[in-house]
């Protein structure tokens, strides 16, 4: 099917396949669709032997890391004697991305299989799922999900009548773009404010209440299922580029572009073809100019770049950015960069959290010169400041919101300096240059 | 003028008890700490009341055994929960970047032309509409999605405000 696109034929529909049916919402309608048979295959089979599967399968993060999932879940000690948890993440607020809720809102079952099957996994009889408080649609029908598995006997304390117990538990957030982070999630989970924790400890040594966790993303659980049903071989075979890169993956697509939505494609698909075939490519009139691939915490891409892609967790490094959580932002020739970029500023000043001095001070300081260069008021010495600045916001925080915030000035004055200087007309007077001079 | 805007004048009602507390209590057992109810909690009065007061913050605290100055640091990080009373209809309209360029500003400025509202923030004077801009609704794809109360409306463009309002009673 498709949402709000109908499926193109060069699309692998494998999580998206069901999205715009409202019949795949119901747990029987799910059931229909072949839903918890991964499960169940799981559950008859021991952890370890899931998590080799998983391994073998290539499945790697979807939610922007990329870190592969197999080895993610074998850091989770088995007959530690401690609880362990499994939270999901489904605190989708990079800007550009929106596929986690489309999972949630047209295959909410999908989820509760995949975090079931997840907890089972790591040795976890619980498992929250994290859902941003906006998400409201997606969360009604994750809770109804959740009711239907609990009185269908598949969540509980004797789930699918294997005697064992696996809780799976929604939890709203509300509002803040950092809870995403993995540690800030888990504090907002205790009940704190959304401040990321100072790694080490790692979640899989102390997570949610100090007990050893595992953070997966929405899409990433939602894929197990089908990677236990068809198997590690299936999965690893849907490659098209790089080996490292397997499976198939949600993008996201907004901005300028002819058909906005969601396209499920195998990993390594040409960046070109997609935009231009699946995504219909500029409005009528306009050329595209900028790309941003994986939501706007990654580097923007020139048209060059973005054409020579191949969309895999590889191919974009390749080209001067990164896969991140597969949110494709597209820019047209109607559109100023500053102006966006000065945008994208505001948006990580009013999320830090404001623990670290070089995020809360730089995004903040970031904003307000990237705006004076959009209102004409700006310098020469403003785009060395801002690299300036951004030096100092990258690799020097507790989480990446500081770099995240870096990254699209950065490429930004690299890719389209001629639109910043477009803005600055003349030198300002400044009393201590001018005193040196 | 609402009810909740003079609740410092009247005796403080409070929001757990009958099924509310029920229905705390019921969430307890899903957590190793009362501590980690505090968000449901505070959503629990939003729910009832339409924002979270200081006297609904210290009641907060005292059902989850913490102090009120706590709930109140986890209330001001969160931006979801009002601090102070807000109109009838809440209008989220969202601004940040993959909206803003496919014309966010314009529906900003249509809802506010078209509710008498005049300021981001503050309250028309019918009392029925606030406005404000909210970071990245997670629907960028369906620009310009506003979240009014409860419901996101998808791919708002500024010609279809006036209609979206009509229909709010």
């Keep these: ?34 839903g918890y048979e991964g499960l169940r295959k799981a559950l008859s089979m021991t952890p370890a032997e899931i998590v080799d599967i998983v391994k073998a399968s290539g499945l790697r993060g979807r939610g ?35 596929k986690d809720r489309e999972i949630m ?10 975090c079931a099957l997840g907890a089972y996994a790591i040795g976890a009889e619980t498992a929250y799922v994290y859902i941003r408080g906006e998400f409201t649609e997606p969360l009604a029908r994750m809770r109804q999900a959740v009711r239907e598995a609990y009185d269908a006997g598949i969540l509980g304390t004797n789930s699918m009548g294997t005697g064992k117990r696996i809780d799976v538990i929604i939890h709203k957030g509300a509002g803040a773009y950092i809870c995403g982070e993995e540690t800030a999630m888990m504090n907002s989970i205790e009940g704190r404010r959304g401040n990321p924790r100072i790694k080490p400890p790692f979640p899989a040594v102390s997570g949610v209440f100090a007990q050893p966790t ?140 404001g623990q670290c001095t070089q995020c809360r001070e730089g995004t903040a300081w970031t904003t307000r010169i990237m705006e004076r260069i959009r209102d004409g008021e700006g310098t020469h010495e403003d785009l060395d400041t801002l690299f300036s600045i951004a030096d100092n916001m990258t690799a020097t925080t507790i989480c990446v919101l500081s770099d995240s915030c870096a990254v699209p000035v950065m490429s930004g004055i690299r890719k389209f300096r001629s639109e910043f200087e477009a803005l600055i007309k003349k030198p300002k007077f400044h009393p201590v240059t001018a005193a040196v001079a | 003028m609402t009810a909740a805007i003079h609740e410092h004048e009247t005796p403080y009602q409070p929001v757990f008890v009958g ?102 923030g503050i309250t028309s004077a019918d009392g029925r509409f606030t406005i404000i801009e909210v970071e990245c609704l997670g629907a960028c794809g369906f620009a310009t999605p506003v979240m009014i109360n409860e419901d996101v409306v998808e791919s708002v463009t500024a010609a279809r405000v006036p209609a979206i309002l009509a229909g709010l009673k």
């Design chain 1, 1 to 34: 099917m498709g949402y709000p696109q109908p499926s193109h034929e060069r699309e692998t529909p494998v999580l998206s396949k069901y999205f715009g049916d409202r019949d795949a919402t119901s747990l029987d309608g799910w059931r229909k669709r072949g």
């Design chain 1, 64 to 98: 922007g890391a990329g870190f592969p999932t197999g080895i993610k879940w074998s850091f989770m000690k088995p007959g530690d004697g401690k609880p362990h948890y499994l939270c999901c993440n489904a605190d989708e607020s990079e800007p550009g991305t929106f």
């Design chain 1, 105 to 114: 809102r047209w295959t909410p079952h999908a989820l509760v299989e995949g």
């Design chain 1, 214 to 353: 595992t953070i997966n993303n929405v899409e990433t659980l939602a894929a197990v299922p089908h990677i236990l049903v068809q198997g590690a071989d299936w999965y690893k075979a849907m490659s098209l580029s790089s080996p490292k890169s397997t499976g198939s993956k949600l993008f996201s697509v907004c901005g300028n572009i002819a058909r906005p939505g969601n396209y499920e494609v195998t990993l390594g698909f040409p960046f070109k073809d997609f935009l231009y075939d699946l995504c219909g490519g500029p409005l009528p009139g306009r050329t595209l100019k900028a790309v941003v691939p994986g939501g706007i915490s990654v580097p923007i891409q020139t048209m060059e770049e973005a054409e020579a892609s191949k969309m895999d967790y590889e191919g974009f490094i390749e080209q001067g950015s990164m896969l991140g959580s597969g949110g494709v932002i597209v820019f047209d020739d109607q559109q100023n960069m500053v102006k966006q970029i000065a945008r994208a500023a505001r948006f990580f000043a009013h999320e830090s959290c």
């Design chain 2, 19 to 120: 099924d509310r507390r029920k229905e705390l209590d019921a969430l307890f057992p899903l957590y190793p700490t009362k501590m980690a109810c505090i968000l449901p909690a505070l959503w629990m009065v939003q729910e009832d009341r339409g924002w979270v007061s200081d006297a609904a913050m210290a009641e907060v605290a005292q059902v989850l055994e913490l102090t009120a100055a706590y709930v109140k640091g986890v209330v001001t990080f969160y931006t979801m929960y009002n601090q102070h009373p807000v109109g009838k209809y809440l209008i989220q309209v969202c601004t940040t970047t993959p909206c803003n360029i496919c014309g966010a500003e314009d529906v900003v400025s249509a809802f506010m032309e078209h509710t008498g509202c005049t300021d981001l």
